[in-house]
């Protein structure tokens, strides 16, 4: 199958975070046909779902997700071409981003929960994780509990940072947080000794390692906590543009062509360095291929 960030008919131009919103309070589809773009939310670092490659073109399984979902958009709105404008997103402003109408849709490593689900709309979900430790080979964690009186960077904004907060609550463990601005900091404030583990989403974390100079040197540790999904966000109160978001995502689930997405960014080498995460899909994932739904986690 072809890249569809090489389809012709989708022209993808970056669009720097200062730039003005569009009123959010016009229809999403309406905009798009009014103006032949769609404005597209990506992450920077979340390896393999959305970051950036040598060539800083963002790539990755949310991302190839994405541009299959906004062909459909094109055809289904009947325009010759469609430009797509990519607005880099942090776990910090995505939410406020799709709110005030600055991007249309993110689709990147966005934990669908209850908690947001007031704050903005999602499709249906496109993974399914858990969060657990990156360490050091030698470093001597194994679990949350061998980080006690030692520091441990997680995302500012994540629900990895939730579930910490909430772990320390229930067994009244004292933790030193290090809070950092992507996941990419995090992974960087391990390998420079600012902290000791990098608590994230599993599928991120063996993103990183597998980018990282030596992936030799770094482990992936500790019990998966609560399950988690990721979904594409959307703005709220804008029922047509949700339906048909998720009728894409669900033929590209049922047909197949999601898990040879799957596999093209977790069972094959990927970019910058051409490392393999070799991980098959779980079966949690294959069932939600089976039977795609937008229910929240937590």
């Known amino acids: 199958m072809t890249p569809l960030r ?19 309070g016009l229809p999403t589809l309406e905009k798009i046909s009014r103006t032949a773009t769609i404005n597209l939310g990506h992450r920077e670092s979340s390896v393999p779902f959305s970051y950036y490659d040598s060539k800083r073109q963002v790539v990755g399984y949310s991302q190839d997700l994405m541009l299959a979902v906004v062909e459909r958009i094109r055809r289904e ?36 929960n209850r908690e947001r689900a007031r704050q903005a709309a999602f ?35 994540t629900t990895s940072e939730r579930s910490l907060l909430l772990h320390a609550e229930a067994t009244g463990t004292r933790f030193d947080v290090l809070k950092v601005k992507d996941h990419g900091d995090g992974f960087n404030s391990v390998q420079e000794g600012r902290a000791a583990a990098f608590l994230m989403d599993e599928a991120m974390l063996y993103g990183l390692r597998a980018k990282a100079d030596q992936p030799g040197d770094w482990r992936v540790v500790g019990q998966p906590m609560a399950a988690e999904v990721y979904a594409c966000m959307l703005r709220r109160d804008d029922p047509r543009f949700k339906a048909l978001v998720d009728r894409s995502l669900t033929e590209l689930m049922q047909s197949g062509e999601a898990l040879k997405i799957y596999r093209r960014w977790f069972q094959s080498p990927i970019p910058p360095k051409g490392l393999n995460l070799n991980w098959p899909a779980p079966e949690a994932l294959l069932e939600l291929y089976r039977s795609p739904n937008d229910r929240p986690l937590g």
């Open 77 to 112: 709105l009947k325009l010759p071409a469609l430009t797509v404008k990519l607005v880099p997103v942090t776990s910090q402003n995505r939410i406020p981003l799709v709110q005030n109408g600055s991007v249309d849709l993110e689709c990147g490593s966005t934990t669908h």
């Open 6 to 24: 090489h389809l012709p008919l989708l022209l993808l131009l970056p669009l720097a975070l200062s730039a003005r919103a569009e009123s959010p």
């Open 123 to 157: 499709s249906v979900s496109i993974f399914v994780t858990s969060s657990r430790l990156l360490t050091r080979q030698g470093s001597g964690i194994e679990e949350l509990a061998d980080l006690k009186g030692r520091r441990v960077a997680v995302t500012a904004g």
